[in-house]
């Protein structure tokens, strides 16, 4: 059974960082891309980067420059390292897994930045 679990999450200062981790078991880890989406209060969620099998990336412009995802394949783990955050940057932050036409996803970790 797929499974993904988030960690990492939670409260911080603007300009602050924080490295999400995203732990993956239950199928192929390394030939399927990965994802971390956000969903704000009231929001929908969004997507915030993606990783290829062949750790090509790309992320949403809000996060360009603050923002590096990245995947162990050897630890089934994918992460995602927040720099510079903003308020708005405050959500619940999700990790997705694309299984062909199947979507997988955690449970969430909250990222809080406020002073």
């Known amino acids: 059974q797929a499974q993904l679990v988030e960690s990492g999450g939670g409260l911080v200062q603007p300009g602050g960082s924080l490295k999400l981790s995203c732990a993956a078991s239950g199928f192929a880890f390394s030939v399927f891309p990965m994802s971390w989406y956000r969903q704000a209060p009231g929001k929908q969620r969004e997507l915030v980067a993606t990783?290829?099998?062949?750790?090509?990336?790309t992320y949403v412009y809000s996060v360009k420059g603050r923002a590096t995802i990245s995947r162990d394949n050897a630890k089934d783990t994918v992460y995602l390292q927040m720099n510079s955050l903003k308020p708005e940057d405050t959500a619940v932050y999700f990790c997705?897994?694309?299984?062909?036409?199947?979507?997988?996803w955690g449970r969430g970790t909250q990222v809080t930045v406020s002073s």
């Open positions: 990783i290829t099998s062949g750790a090509s990336t």
């Open positions: 997705n897994a694309r299984l062909n036409s199947v979507d997988i």
